[in-house]
């Protein structure tokens, strides 16, 4: 790979996009960090990019990630309305519920839902955005962390739910009042096992399609930025266009025209103060930048709001640990200490596990403790 040439500002950066005052309050929803990484629908209003991901380990012959999409030839390649669906409806419910989600969930009414993706309540339309998604499939071969650090891997093909509109059959037999939708394996495992990430909703909800996929992408490194003090993060212009996916182009001025459109409403809203390219090769040759982010206020604001909120999350769970209690045999509910012991012959009880720790037996779990 060649090295760097000398950084090339972004003009839009001289239009004072972060002079904003104002900024309406954060609404956090969070999302699972597996497959939100990786493409599934076609952003662009024309043509079509073929959705497929090979990458290998350094000797370039094991594969490390494989990733392809097979849209449905009936219904077509779900494009902007149906990205919208996905990050504006179906995650937002996942969030509202909490996980882990139960294999089925009610999102509401055709008329409701259109109205939200601004279909002015053409339900026709909204069926085949849903049949779209339903019917897409995926090849997948990831591996990723789940929230107790462990590697977890997926190696199938699948679809990521099943649709049900008002009358259809649900599979406990009774009729869909409302609109319906069953989780399919994998994708249940991912979304209720995978570290999630916080987003701000409200701000996730007023942008257009690509600037929207361009903040799940950014806000990863942006994050990763604050959290470690650097001043800026850096995503490189072809792994946006893979991962967006966006047309990718080799020249300056095709790059630059591109990436002004994706960036001016976030340097407007103060999410970014700072763009910057740097001109370098991908590992093949080719003609690459590496886009450096300065966080705005916007940013620093989600950052503190995001990691105050994880900081009372983790107080809460252990005040609610250091509260536990033990169900003995008795049924008395006593305070759990590490001086005390079982019974002989009575299971479930503390036996030395110390304050704050509970028997994993299911008869003798504490019922008042949240799950966080």
């Known amino acids: 790979m060649n090295s760097p040439k000398p950084q090339e500002k972004n003009p839009l950066n001289q239009e004072g996009g972060t002079s904003q005052t104002e900024l309406a309050p954060i609404d956090i929803i969070r999302t699972e960090t597996v497959f939100s990484r990786l493409p599934i629908h076609q952003l662009s209003k024309k043509g079509s990019i073929?959705?497929?991901?090979?990458r290998r380990e350094g000797n370039g012959?094991?594969?490390?990630?494989y990733w392809k999409i097979s849209p449905n030839r009936d219904f077509?390649?779900?494009?902007?309305?149906?990205?919208?669906?996905?990050?504006l409806v179906i995650d937002r419910r996942i969030d509202e519920i909490g996980r882990p989600i139960p294999r089925i969930i009610r999102l509401g009414s055709l008329h409701s839902i259109a109205e939200k993706l601004g279909l002015q309540r053409n339900t026709n339309e909204l069926k085949k955005?849903?049949?779209?998604?339903?019917?897409?499939?995926i090849t997948a071969r990831v591996k990723?962390?789940?929230?107790?650090?462990?590697?977890?891997?997926?190696?199938?093909?699948?679809?990521?739910y099943t649709v049900y509109f008002r009358g259809q059959e649900l599979p406990d037999g009774k009729r869909a009042e409302t609109v319906f939708i069953g989780f399919n394996d994998p994708y249940l495992q991912v979304v209720n096992n995978s570290i999630t990430r916080p987003q701000d909703y409200e701000y996730l909800s007023q942008l257009t399609p690509v600037a929207q996929r361009f903040y799940e992408l950014v806000s990863f490194k942006i994050f990763a930025a604050l959290s470690n003090q650097y001043p800026t993060a850096k995503l490189p212009y072809s792994e946006f266009c893979t991962t967006a996916p966006q047309t990718r182009y080799y020249d300056y001025d095709h790059f630059k025209k591109q990436m002004y459109k994706i960036h001016r409403p976030h340097l407007q809203s103060g999410?970014?103060?700072?763009?910057?390219?740097?001109?370098?090769?991908?590992?093949?040759?080719?003609?690459?930048?590496?886009i450096l982010y300065t966080p705005g206020p916007r940013a620093h604001r989600e950052y503190h709001t995001f990691s105050q909120r994880r900081r009372q999350e983790r107080k809460r769970?252990?005040?609610?640990?250091?509260?536990?209690?033990?169900r003995l045999p008795s049924r008395r509910l006593r305070p759990c200490s590490g001086s005390m012991r079982s019974p002989v012959g009575f299971p479930g009880t503390c036996q030395d596990q110390g304050v704050g720790k509970w028997h994993k037996q299911k008869n003798y779990s504490n019922p008042t403790a949240s799950s966080g």
């Open 271 to 290: 999410y970014l103060k700072d763009v910057r390219y740097v001109t370098t090769r991908d590992p093949e040759g080719k003609p690459d930048w590496e």
């Open 129 to 137: 955005i849903f049949r779209q998604n339903a019917l897409l499939g």
């Open 50 to 54: 073929d959705i497929r991901i090979i």
């Open 76 to 87: 077509g390649e779900p494009r902007q309305l149906a990205y919208k669906l996905d990050k």
């Open 144 to 160: 990723y962390r789940n929230t107790d650090g462990r590697e977890e891997s997926i190696d199938s093909t699948f679809t990521r």
């Open 317 to 326: 769970k252990r005040r609610a640990g250091s509260n536990l209690i033990c």
């Open 61 to 65: 012959s094991q594969i490390s990630l």
